[in-house]
């Protein structure tokens, strides 16, 4: 069975720490990782890391994919409050069609 | 904003009644993905739709259905309803060209209460 692992689950930092966030994976037929940001409701694309691209930044966010040990991790540096949300990874895999598979999420409180 | 509409925002219904959430997805993109994500479960995937057919199933109960008409919208139905369907629904659209993480961008979603 597919599998997405997030860890943390929880997390509370104070304004100007760096976080880092972990996910790792068992998946049959990996396709890609995608990392979404969710505040109020629906889930807003970050980072997508393929077998092609393995390592993604914009701004204080960067993203690296670990093939070997089937893991990535999303960095965050100088938090805001305003990077306070939940955290998703999930995996895009490939079986007769493709399904995208969830974590459970990391909460991060980013406290001023 | 993604693009991605669902209807209604809310809905509150009583067990054992049968609901119809509806979905139009992002211009040109032909999938659409229903979800649901309970406080206890996280985000699960129900099923996909590519241009009308049935493309993956994921853990959908026997008591819900989907379907995508022919204007690429699609409608998700539960009946009996339970307590335990309470949840926020989201449906996502990707233009699923057969590349590889061809990205979902995700509707505000419906969130169902069963009283």
Redesign the interface.
């Known amino acids: 069975e597919d599998k997405v692992v997030q860890s943390p689950l929880s997390l509370v930092v104070h304004e100007g720490d760096t976080v880092t966030l972990n996910c790792s994976y068992e998946v049959t037929n990996f396709r890609s990782l995608l990392w979404y940001k969710q505040e109020k409701k629906a889930p807003t694309f970050l980072f997508m890391l393929t077998s092609s691209g393995i390592e993604k930044k914009s701004g204080r966010l960067s993203s690296i994919l670990d093939k070997k040990e089937l893991s990535s991790i999303l960095n965050i540096t100088a938090t805001q409050t305003g990077d306070s949300a939940i955290y998703l990874c999930a995996v895009l895999a490939q079986g007769g069609s493709e399904k995208l598979v969830f974590g459970k999420g990391t909460k991060l409180t980013v406290n001023p | 904003d ?1 693009g991605v509409t669902q209807t209604p925002k809310h809905l509150i219904t009583a067990t054992g009644q049968r609901v119809t959430l509806r979905c139009s997805p992002r211009s040109g993109d032909l ?1 659409v ?1 229903w ?1 649901q994500q309970s406080l206890d479960q ?4 129900l099923i ?1 739709y ?1 241009n009308g057919e049935e ?2 199933k ?1 853990n959908i109960l026997e008591r819900f259905s989907a379907q995508q008409f022919p204007d690429l919208h699609s409608e998700l139905n539960l009946s009996s309803l339970e307590l335990g369907d309470s949840a ?1 629904y ?1 449906c996502a659209s990707s233009q ?1 060209t057969g590349l ?10 419906t969130r169902l209460t069963v009283l």
């Open positions: 993604s999938s993905y979800y996280g985000l699960q995937f996909q590519y493309r993956a994921g926020l989201f699923n590889p993480g061809d990205t979902q961008y995700f509707g505000p979603g």
